[in-house]
């Protein structure tokens, strides 16, 4: 765990590069620095490992105040990684995939088994080891470079802008990468960049800084849906914030609650009067836990009239979807693969409630259009002349066309 105690820094007097930082990070943890360029965040990240020392406030490592860890032992506790430095064309792929462990002085077996381990996780022949780095295609040799980064198995590693001068096919496949080995090898990573869908694929939590100072941290949903301020909002983008609630809210959000439902169990001709009362002809089948079973559609009813009682004898099978589908996928599916509704069940197969099209289409119009509603209310008096000048026009203008 790193913790920012009140850490501020100041390289020029009067000015600080980072002010009053605060900040919990996690053991395992993918951490992303976000901000405009100078707001401090490689100022902040160089300070975890003492590359920079903080002018005033503490750092804690696993409780422990980072002065009092020998600068060069901590440094060697934590991996370091800064823009995307290439391979060095005249080592092998072994060495340099084992740099930072070399230095470490690890015998030579456990950087060969650590060597093996991480080109495995990477989908790469062991053979390629004893190759130049120019025998690899270029995709190769940059997942090589990320495994390095690994490869001392530090528990920490820091990343400042590693992908930053990457195209963004290659960079989005890289970030898939580090995102699935920090999982996997359960490291904790700060990683600072000023690209917001970058921090949004990798992060478990966004800081964004402004200033020196950290405007907002919490998850990418948290940053998404509860913009912290303008700036904020800024950087995320009116496109990402607007999507934002379909990739975050449910389809409970949008849902009928009480969709109309018959249990299995009635006869087939108290579903003709529920259908006749309610006016709906596909009606959901339930049982007497509310679990949901089937739906009945008024062809089957009429085709089955006289041939059987119950309900549950003849209704058919219905797709549904549980409670937290995202509203995203929920449009995807009415929209996209054609049904007429979604039927909504929670985690134990009970109705929950039911996204018809009509709810699908305010949703969309809401997150698009809301904002373009007249704010204020009309005046009263103004809309009703106007009213009654429209259709007394209308009315004239009718007249003398019939009488044309
Ligand atoms: P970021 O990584 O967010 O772009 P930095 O942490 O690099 O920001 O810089 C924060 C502020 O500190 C900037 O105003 C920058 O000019 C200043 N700064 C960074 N490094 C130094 C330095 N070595 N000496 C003086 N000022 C610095
Ligand atoms: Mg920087």
Avoid at 2 to 17: D, H, L, Q, T
Avoid at 72 to 82: F, M
């Amino acid at each position: 765990m790193i913790e920012f105690k009140n850490v501020s820094k100041s390289y020029v007097k009067g000015k600080k590069a980072v002010d009053s930082m605060n900040l919990t990070i996690d053991k395992g943890e993918f951490v992303c620095f976000i901000g405009t360029s100078g707001s401090g965040k490689t100022t902040s990240m160089r300070m975890i490992n003492r590359m920079e020392s903080p002018s005033e406030g503490q750092i804690l490592i696993n409780d422990v105040d980072i002065n009092e860890i020998d600068a060069v032992q901590l440094r060697r506790k934590i991996g370091y990684v800064i823009q995307q430095i290439g391979l060095m064309p005249h080592m092998t792929i072994y060495e340099n995939i084992v740099m930072v462990p070399k230095l470490l002085k690890w015998p030579e077996e456990k950087m060969r088994e650590t060597a093996k381990d991480l080109m495995k996780r990477i989908n790469l022949s062991e053979d390629y080891l004893d190759a130049y780095p120019d025998e690899l295609s270029g995709g190769m040799q940059q997942r090589v470079g990320v495994i390095r980064a690994l490869a001392a198995d530090q528990e920490i590693v820091l990343m400042d802008e590693p992908f930053g001068a990457l195209d963004p096919i290659t960079r989005e496949s890289l970030q898939h990468l580090i995102k699935r080995l920090q999982k996997e090898m359960n490291k904790t990573i700060v990683f600072v960049t000023h690209d917001m869908d970058e921090a949004l694929t990798l992060a478990d939590k966004i800081v964004v800084m402004s200033e020196g100072k950290v405007i907002q941290e919490g998850t990418p949903k948290d940053i998404l849906t509860n913009a912290a301020n303008e700036f904020v909002e800024e950087l995320i983008g009116e496109d990402r914030l607007s999507q934002a609630g379909f990739e975050f809210e449910t389809v409970e959000k949008i849902m009928l609650k009480n969709p109309i439902k018959i249990n299995e169990n009635e006869p087939i001709t108290n579903l003709a009067k529920l259908m006749r009362e309610t006016k709906v002809d596909d009606i959901l089948v339930v049982d007497d836990e509310n679990n949901l079973k089937g739906r009945v559609d008024l062809y089957t009813l009429s085709v089955n009239r006289g041939k059987y009682q119950y309900v549950h004898e003849i209704m058919k099978k219905v797709t549904y979807v549980v409670n937290t589908t995202s509203i995203r996928d929920g449009i995807y599916y009415i929209h996209d693969l054609g049904y007429r509704n979604l039927t909504v069940v929670d985690d134990d197969g009970k109705l929950k409630g039911m996204v018809t099209r009509g709810s699908i289409v305010s949703e969309v119009y809401d997150v698009f259009w809301k904002e373009y509603e007249p704010q204020e209310e009309f005046d009263a008096s103004f809309e009703t002349d106007e009213i009654v000048q429209a259709a007394s026009d209308v009315v004239q203008n009718g007249d003398s066309k019939e009488q044309a």
